[in-house]
């Protein structure tokens, strides 16, 4: 069966528009898991933050600095290509420049561990710096890869 040159078109682009609902959605989904997660990791910082200002006990530290450490090695699957076009304010540098943000990814990941370690370790000098650690980390991050508001 033949079809006329302008339904053939037609096909196409409702193929193409079948690919590509899935596909916008996808992005908008990891957008909105990533944005959720630095939220997450914020709200933590800034909990070990308080318990820090308020010399509460260090051992409270222990499950937000938990949720930061396991939350880390997420943050390089969270831009996958495409990812860049909708309501994020990721650089194209994170694409172009994939394996300086793997490495800063991979710094951040190590600093958490070492943030747990010392909310686990109880000391409250040992968990400062290690806090203070932590958010060098992120914002060597943030600077390359990340729009100002």
């Known amino acids: 069966?033949?079809?006329?040159?302008?339904?053939?078109?037609?096909?196409?682009?409702a193929a193409a528009a079948i690919?590509?609902?899935?596909?916008?959605?996808?992005?908008?989904?990891?957008?909105?898991?990533?944005?959720?997660?630095?939220?997450?990791?914020?709200q933590n910082m800034e909990q070990i933050q308080r318990i820090l200002q308020t010399r509460q006990p260090v051992a409270g530290a222990v499950a937000p600095a938990r949720a930061i450490a396991e939350h880390a090695p997420r943050i390089r699957t969270l831009f996958p290509p495409g990812?860049?076009?909708?309501?994020?304010r990721a650089l194209p540098t994170i694409w172009s420049d994939r394996a300086g943000f793997e490495r800063a990814a991979d710094t951040?990941?190590?600093?958490a561990q070492a943030l747990l370690a010392a909310a686990e370790g109880g000391d409250a000098r040992t968990l400062g710096s290690a806090l203070d650690a932590t958010g060098q980390a992120c914002l060597a991050c943030h600077r390359p890869y990340r729009q100002r508001r």
């Open 108 to 111: 951040f990941e190590t600093q």
């Open 83 to 88: 990812s860049d076009r909708g309501d994020t």
């Open 1 to 13: 069966m033949r079809f006329p040159a302008m339904t053939g078109r037609l096909m196409l682009g």
């Open 19 to 42: 690919v590509a609902v899935p596909l916008a959605f996808a992005q908008a989904e990891v957008i909105a898991e990533r944005k959720d997660g630095f939220k997450a990791m914020e």
